[in-house]
T-cell receptor
Framework: NAGVTQTPKFRILKIGQSMTLQCTQD?????MYWYRQDPGMGLKLIYY???????DKGEVPNGYNVSRSTTEDFPLRLELAAPSQTSVYFC????????????FGSGTQLSVL | AQSVTQLDSHVSVSEGTPVLLRCNYS??????LFWYVQHPNKGLQLLLK??????LVKGINGFEAEFKKSETSFHLTKPSAHMSDAAEYFC?????????????FGRGTSLIVHP
């Protein structure tokens, strides 16, 4: 099993550009999450999804959009990138309501200059 | 509403000495609690979890944590630190929110291990 796969690993954007961070999992997990990690701040939840076609905002959703058309994929879209979106982004998934262990991707390091 | 506070941003120990990483939580109901570890430039890996069974939870690599409801704490310990334990550690609380379990992360504790 590949687990949770994120692409790209690194990206540099100019202010105002847009991009999509890809996330796919092959474990048939219902729950998927996007977090951003900033130094000394832990992980902040951006968006999450409890199944295909269902998404909801987390703690820091502004400037981001998501979609969940399939169980496997959960892309994160950045529109009009800003320097405040410079961060490391992690996608995660989990199986069910009770078994909440998170499986993480390896992360995407994004710089907006 | 749930929240988690990691009381130390950095903990420094010598190799072979005990490790204590402190975590306090706030939760309206009976929470699930987790510790994750992140080695440099890596993703996060589950160390251990508490889900209302035994209050003393054993995890991987010799780590364990004790759930103390009266103190709302879930401190992580290890009897003897190893150089490979140097990493960032995150305490996580998860409780039901509108039918879903949403994990909330602490800010992290950086464990430094000296030879």
């Amino acid at each position: 099993n590949a687990g949770v796969t994120q692409t790209p690993k690194f990206r540099i954007l100019k202010i105002g550009q847009s991009m999509t961070l890809q996330c796919t999992q092959d474990m048939n997990h219902n729950y998927m999450y996007w977090y951003r990690q900033d130094p000394g701040m832990g992980l902040k939840l951006i968006y999450y999804s409890v199944g295909a076609g269902i998404t909801d905002k987390g703690e820091v959703p502004n400037g981001y959009n998501v979609s969940r058309s399939t169980t496997e994929d959960f892309p994160l879209r950045l529109e009009l990138a800003a320097p405040s979106q410079t961060s490391v982004y992690f996608c995660a998934s989990s199986y069910s309501l009770r078994d909440e262990k998170l499986f993480f991707g390896s992360g995407t390091q994004l710089s907006v200059l | 509403a749930q929240s988690v506070t990691q009381l130390d941003s950095h903990v420094s120990v010598s190799e072979g000495t005990p490790v204590l990483l402190r975590c306090n939580y706030s939760s309206s109901y009976s929470p699930s609690l987790f510790w994750y570890v992140q080695h440099p430039n890596k993703g996060l890996q589950l160390l251990l979890k508490y889900t209302s069974a035994a209050t003393l939870v054993k995890g991987i690599n010799g780590f364990e944590a004790e759930f103390k409801k009266s103190e709302t704490s879930f401190h992580l310990t290890k009897p003897s630190a190893h150089m490979s334990d140097a990493a960032e550690y995150f305490c996580v609380v998860s409780e039901a929110t509108g039918g879903s379990y949403i994990p909330t992360f602490g800010r992290g504790t950086s464990l430094i291990v000296h030879p």
